[in-house]
Each structure stands twice: as C-alpha cells, then as structure tokens.
C-alpha cells in the first residue's frame, strides 16, 4: 500500500527566510515522488519529481527536495522565500506496482511581508 | 498554461441531475487523469485513462463514469448528484509514451461543480 502525510498542513514564514515542507511516504515498491503547487484558483503544477535517479531533486522557482530512504521522507526546501510562494503545496507518491497516485493533504504556505 | 483545458469552468446544478465534464489533453498526450477536490477530502484520484483504455481505478463512486474518445479528450459524467458532489474537478495529461502513473502530470485549471 502506498500512502503520504504532510507533516504540517500550514506553514507561515518571512520573507527571505527559508522555507520546510515536510512530506513522509509508505510505499510497498520504488516509488516516484513529486511536489506540486496551486495557487489559489488555479491548476496544479509540478514543482519536482523523484523517479530513483539523483537524490537531491532540484525542481522550479528555485524549490529543491532530498528523497531519504531512511527516513521515508521528501521534504521540500527553499532558501529564501518569496511571496509569490505563498500557495498550497501538495506531495504526490505513485508506483508502478500499485497503479495509483496518492496525494498528501496539502501544505498552506503563508509568506508574511 | 499547462496546455490542458476543461470546460466548463463553473457548473450549478441541482441534486440528482447529471452533468458532463470535458477535459482535452495536451498535444500528443494520450493518458488522461481525473481527480476530485473537496475540503474534507482533499485531492483525491479518480481514473486514468489511456488511449482510450482504462488504465487505473481510485476513489471513484459508481455514479461516476468516465471515457476517452478516440481524439484523447475525455468526459466524466457524474449522474444522481448529491451535494457531497460539490467539488473542483481536476483532469490532467501526462507521457507521451504515457503508459505510466509516474508520469508527470499536467494539470487543468479544474471544473468547480457546485450542487443545490
């Protein structure tokens, strides 16, 4: 079974300061990992994506992740925020094995001026 | 723009209508996703579909029904409404060899279906 929990469902930072989305995972096989983010009123759009290559994921607007075996983790990081990232942000899991995507329930990211 | 587009954009309805939603895939894409999402159960995976096939099953109720034309857009028809209904639905496009969950996914800007 294949399963992700986002850790915290609001997050409130400065801006300029760094930014931690925390996002675990359960999975049976080798899963893909993705971070997506939406805006309010708006689609979804892929931020990263894990697929068992590199363990560092450097993905758009400067967000990066680190996949953790270890720890089932796939945090995502920002050095310094902007308030344009104010949005929600979602953690994605899925695998070929099980054929199903699963989604967190979302991370509210609040950039305070 | 993500390239997928879904019409319509807004849609009141009453309860126990039926009502249509269309998504059209990105050029060249041919798996196409459906999702719901609600405030108390968040974002949750619908079907895939894949050129034309049925390729993976979620959450989806048995009101629901979905299929892919043999032009890729897709249509999910959600009969016997009931106000639990109310949602923004979600259709994405991935993989122009498209065969695999762990595609990226390309989303629309969503359906917000309202239920009264």
């Known amino acids: 079974a294949q399963s992700v929990t986002q850790l915290d469902s609001h997050v409130s930072v400065s801006e300029g300061t760094p930014v931690l989305l925390r996002c675990n995972y359960s999975s049976s096989y080798s899963p893909s990992l993705f971070w997506y983010v939406q805006h309010p009123n708006k689609g979804l759009q892929l931020l990263l994506k894990?697929?068992?290559?590199?363990?560092l994921v450097k993905g758009i607007n400067g967000f990066e992740a680190e996949f953790k075996k270890s720890e089932t983790s796939f945090h995502l990081t920002k050095p310094s925020a902007h308030m344009s990232d104010a949005a929600e942000y979602f953690c994605v899991v899925s695998e070929e094995g099980y054929q199903k995507v699963t989604f967190g329930t979302g991370t509210k990211l609040q950039v305070i001026p | 723009d993500s390239g997928v587009t879904q019409t319509p954009k807004h849609l009141i309805t009453a309860t126990g209508q039926r009502v249509t939603l269309r998504c059209s895939p990105r050029?060249?894409?041919?798996?196409v996703y459906w999702y719901q999402q609600s405030l108390d159960q968040g974002l949750q995976f619908l079907i895939q579909y894949y050129n034309g096939e049925e390729r993976a099953k979620g959450n989806i109720l048995e009101r629901f029904s979905a299929q892919q034309f043999p032009d890729l857009h897709s249509e999910l028809n959600l009969s016997s409404l009931e106000l639990g209904d109310s949602a923004l639905y979600f259709c994405?496009?991935?993989?122009?060899?498209?065969?695999?969950?762990?595609?990226?996914?390309?989303f629309g800007p969503g359906t917000r279906l309202t239920v009264l």
């Open positions: 894990y697929t068992s290559a590199a363990t």
């Open positions: 994405a496009s991935s993989g122009h060899s498209g065969l695999s969950v762990t595609d990226t996914q390309y």
């Open positions: 050029s060249g894409d041919l798996s």
